[in-house]
Structures are given as C-alpha cells and as structure tokens.
C-alpha cells in the first residue's frame, strides 16, 4: 500500500537545513511512503481579495496536491522565535475554504536550526497552527536538530546518527497513523 506525503520547508534559501532535513526524510521514508517535496518561493502572499477571485495556479496545485495527499510533512525553521513567514503563507493559502484540507490529515512536524534549541520554539507555534486547523499532529518523537551547521556536510545529507534515527522513527508514525485513518475509513 503507498502512502503519499506532500512536504513543505518554512525556508527558501538555498542552503537551507530544513531543505536538507526533507531530502534527508525521502531518504529515510519507510517502504512504500513516498514524499513529494513543493517550492514555496513561487508563492505569492495571501490576499483573500485575489482568492475570491480565484486561487493563483501555484496555489491551487497545492491544495490539489495536499487534498489527494494521505499526510504532510512539515520542516518548520525558526525565525525570531516563530514559524517562517514562507511556511505561515503557504498554510494560510491552503486553509482557506473550500474545505479545510487538513483536518484529520496525518502531520509530522520536523526543523532545524543553527542555535541550541533546532527550532523547538517555532515548532511549539507550528503545532498550535496546525492543531487549530484541526490536523492529526504527530507528537513524538520530536526531530528538533539543534547545532545544524554541525550536522549536515557541506553537500546538505544529514550526517548526525540520533538525527537521522529520531527522524526514522517519526516518519514510521505517521505511516503508521496514515494506515490507522485508512482503517477507520474503512470500518
């Protein structure tokens, strides 16, 4: 059975260690999950005089994409304490009706930053966000990876062992919680 995941990075340089930590997570993903990585740098900023016209195309692909998805994974970087601008955007944009496209779907929350905390804040903010839209938060174990600079080499893979294990094992539970919401689907 394939479970199809649609992740978004909060950052959009080039170098980015959120980046890095998703292309790290399709390299982990466990058998049959495949992972879809979206650019957010097309992105406009919301403006709900432009989505009651009509959602730009960049954005529509996304809802489409979010609601054909079984989950999201979401690299949240932590930027004066919070979620990203880019990220809040891009949610902002797919939350809008019709419909709420996450509610009850599987969210696995992971980041990376250059400090000490690995975007702990900006993540307690992200869950908040998304447990307001009424997604299937992952809660443990959490993939905070603190020192990044330290962790990644310089071509961007994921290097540090506990990392690449704590990110294994959350990716395992939201294949795991998408296999649970296809079984009460089904019930």
């Excluded at 019709?98 to 992200?126: C, D």
Aim: proline share 5%.
């Amino acid at each position: 059975m394939s479970i199809n995941i649609v992740a978004l990075s909060g950052s959009l340089r080039k170098m980015s260690f959120n980046s890095a930590l998703l292309r790290a997570a399709c390299d982990l993903a466990p058998a049959g999950m495949s992972i879809e990585i979206v650019d957010l740098a097309p992105f406009p900023l919301y403006d709900d005089d432009v989505r009651l016209v009509a959602y730009p195309p960049v954005v529509q692909a996304l809802r489409d994409k979010v609601a054909a998805s079984d989950g999201l994974l979401l690299a949240c970087p932590e930027y004066n304490y919070s979620v990203s601008g880019v990220l809040k955007n891009a949610i902002d944009w797919v939350s809008r009706p019709p419909g709420n496209l996450f509610a009850t779907r599987p969210t696995a929350i992971i980041g990376a930053a250059t400090g000490l905390f690995g975007s702990i804040r900006g993540q307690n903010h992200l869950r908040a966000i998304m447990s307001g839209l009424d997604a299937h938060v992952i809660n443990k174990p959490e993939v905070m990876v603190a020192s990044a600079a330290a962790k990644f080499d310089t071509n961007g893979a994921l290097t540090d062992d506990t990392a690449r294990t704590l990110l294994g094992e959350l990716l395992e539970k939201l294949a795991q919680a998408v296999t649970r919401d296809r079984r009460l689907a089904t019930d």
